[in-house]
């Protein structure tokens, strides 16, 4: 599936695992490191993972849930009271979790986001409850209001954001295929379509969101800005999932309801972002962005893989040092008990040479050779979002990419988790 997407960050949602269903070629995969959400109590039922290609990138904090009271592995404290240098930050404040009818603690507990905080940015990969029926309205509205709050915070604080995932909800019209026809069928006006309570919240967060009337109290600043869109701005038919029950794909019936969204402050990073509706294996296609080579960042451009990482490990895009066990994170599934022994007999096996010390670098330089480092990931930097989404950097010119025809002939097995 890695190699299908060509990613270096995969965000899967709807997983509809438990811990006890993990298994080695899901946690163990051979140069990718995984973080899980997965539901605390319902069997079958969503989940979230993040998957990372370790030559390429590797997070400097994780944690799950979005209100930061969960608990990290091995830890009497939650998320939220750990010391100010393990924390992502950003926690809704009790004002804020005032404002939702259901508790912080029944919020996280369905498994339904990762964080991941990059030198460059947070990335938050989420599964938003579905509008199904009534009775989960209070915790649709909750959970989107306390992520709404968790992005703001995060922006405050000074932090850049990409949020990415299936948010099950379609932005405008646009978005969905049938728009008219839902709005005929319940008598609705046009701008009644966005003013429902959850398209309004998600468009508040929107740059360039539809809003009627005065935003709400601590939404008057939009923050996020829809990367695929933004690309392809009056695009229509660009769905990212199609009813099954129907049989609704092959004539693109569909709704846009997975996305990779970013700080607005980012637009330049991006070269590119789409939707891949051609890759079958789910009731949802993949969505990906690709980040440049070279970004913005504190007054320079920047080789995007020196902020992808620990201070350190790359310097100019080349890689300066391994990672090593102090660089793993608690949330890390390697790091689960049943995985982390079978990791490290394995590792006894496949052990590579570390790089060279500073003294053996030295000498190299005064003889005028060239220093022995590794070479990176020769891959580009995707990161897919929706039911299969992706999130990329350019690829190098040393390593082509397949055609695009060639990854969407594939199908990959029908109960694939879908990936966003």
Known sequence: MFDILEADVVVMQETKIQRKDLRDDMVLVPGWDCFFSLPRYKKGYSGVAIYTRQSVCAPIRAEEGITGILQPPNSASSYRELPAEQQIGGYPTVAQLAQSLVDAATLDCEGRCVLLEFPAFVLIGVYSPANRDESRDDFRLGFLDTLDARVRNLVATGKRVILTGDLNISREEIDTANAEEQMRRHGLAADEFVKSPARRLFNQLLVGGKVFGDRDE????PVLWDICRGFHPARKGMFTCWEQKINARPGNFGSRIDYVL????????????NIQEGLLGSDHCPVYATIKDKVPWEGSLVDIKDIMN?????????RHRELCSRDMLPLSGKLIPEFDRRRNIRDMFTRKP?????RTVAESATREEPVPVLDTAKSSSQLDTPSFDSFSATPSQESPRPSKAGADGLAPPSKRPRTT
């Open 218 to 221: 601590g939404r008057e600043t």
């Open 262 to 273: 970013c700080s607005d402050g980012m637009r330049d990073w991006f070269g590119d972002c």
């Open 310 to 318: 620990p201070p350190g490990t790359f310097r100019d895009g080349k």
């Open 354 to 358: 570390s790089l060279p010390d500073a």
